[in-house]
């Protein structure tokens, strides 16, 4: 693992590292958050997944994430949205290949041999956290966006892994999604079938999630139809799940919504991680 | 003016507009910031003047301002550094011409025509944003390095206009800088006996300031010798004026540290403007 920087920031350090990934067949690069408290013992750890289009660096810089994982305790590692650089496959839009990682393992040419974000994030990444960083065995998860339904498909498929789940404006069921049918067509081929398994409303239907979830949702979203936010509101109530689905007026799909609601999330995952 | 965008943010509105300046002849980008409540009447008005290489956007995005003139109930207005577009007179070096402005009106060639940041953050934008926003007569000023030597200069050179003033890690002594006595030399030209109205360890000598200063610096900082804290820190103290002078230990110069001692800033101009 390389370190990038590190500046100090809310009494603790925000850093930025890189490391060769066996997962993604590549360097990758990631930041972690460390708070003050850690200077005391181990702290939980809080996973930030970014949306489409974001590297490590936006909520890093624009989330306002720090003073709150400071206040309450927390780490915060924040990773990148795929694998980069040359000899990694990509495509001319914005939604696919690199920048659009979507938290899967893709199975399908060319994507295959890089695009192992699941494996990336929820074991090889998280490995290395835990050994590298004063954090505890307790993690929680959030994303906004495609990082959204990053934070709920992984909690669902690594529960054991995590023991605290909100999101800021998910996609929410990328299966019937124009985000999400080309991604998912791309990265797992025509069979539909094979979709189901990483999208948040079908996991919720098929595997649940025993803990509670937190989902902050703007009203103003600009890409509100894209996000499916009805379809995961009512797979809440039908499955039972215990959560808070807050549907905030006046707020848009930008990083000004998610600052603004991210002292909330940092608090829900303290709560929980403790 | 020309709204280009408004996202909610922390209740309240942050929005980016441009206008044909008279004062710097050509188009001008801001941004402000108006809380949640100057709904029920006009707010007092922090002005941000960001560093060298910045835009409206910098402080816009990773300083986490938005929070705290959220919950005190402020606006604040974020200019642009320098004026820019074809025309404009530029240099290839990062701390001269476009995005390096100085807050001051220059008088030599080629930068006489546009360069008139003093001009148009003091009086155009001022009476700009009065007109247009919801916005009380109270104003306070702060920034960011050479943002900083901006508020701590503007602020001594119009007492009237501005009734708080603090500044993080601010040039403090420019005519005996390398961040200064090229700009200086560019700006003014060669009389070295002009450039102390510009610089504000001599202003605090040659006119001083009635009410108290703020003042936050990164102990870590990387560009310490450049800006000169101590000039200031002395000057201060030789000048009895009233101020808080605080290095802070392991603190750099970025934005990490801005926005750690942000909440300071905002809450010590809320209690100086109300």
Redesign the interface.
């Known amino acids: 693992m390389k370190t990038l920087s590190e ?5 603790g350090v ?1 850093g930025v590292y890189s490391h060769e990934s066996t997962a993604t067949g590549g360097e990758m690069t990631f930041a972690v958050y460390i708070p003050p408290q850690a200077k005391k013992g181990p702290v939980p750890c809080l996973w930030y997944l970014s949306g489409l289009t974001c590297t490590h660096e936006n909520a890093m ?2 989330a ?1 994430l ?2 709150h994982a400071a206040e309450f305790g927390l780490a915060i590692v924040f990773p990148d949205t795929s694998p980069r650089g040359e000899g990694v496959a990509n495509d001319e839009a914005y939604d696919l290949g690199q920048g659009a990682g979507f938290y899967v393992n893709a199975t399908q040419a060319p994507w295959a041999p890089h695009f192992q974000m699941e494996t990336y994030i929820a074991t090889e990444l998280r490995d290395l956290v835990q050994a590298q960083f004063p954090v505890s065995i307790h993690h929680g998860i959030t994303g906004h966006s495609m990082g959204g339904h990053g934070a709920l498909t992984l909690a669902m498929k690594y529960p054991s892994q995590y023991r605290s789940l909100s999101a800021f404006s998910p996609i929410a069921n990328p299966s019937q999604s124009d985000w999400g049918r080309k991604q998912l067509g791309a990265y797992f081929g025509g069979d539909e079938s094979l979709w189901t398994a990483h999208d948040a409303v079908c996991l919720l239907k098929e595997k649940g999630w025993v803990e509670d979830i937190l989902v902050d949702q ?1 009203a ?1 979203d600009q890409f509100y139809d894209l996000l499916k936010p009805e379809a995961l509101a009512a797979a809440l109530a039908e499955t039972k799940t215990a959560h808070s689905f807050r549907l905030q007026s ?3 799909h ?4 998610v ?2 609601f991210a ?1 909330d999330h940092v608090a829900w995952h303290a709560a929980r991680l403790k």
Chains 1, 2 share one sequence.
């Open positions: 500046n100090k920031c809310f009494g925000q810089t624009k306002g720090q003073a703007g103003d006046g707020y848009d930008s990083y000004y919504f600052s603004t002292r």
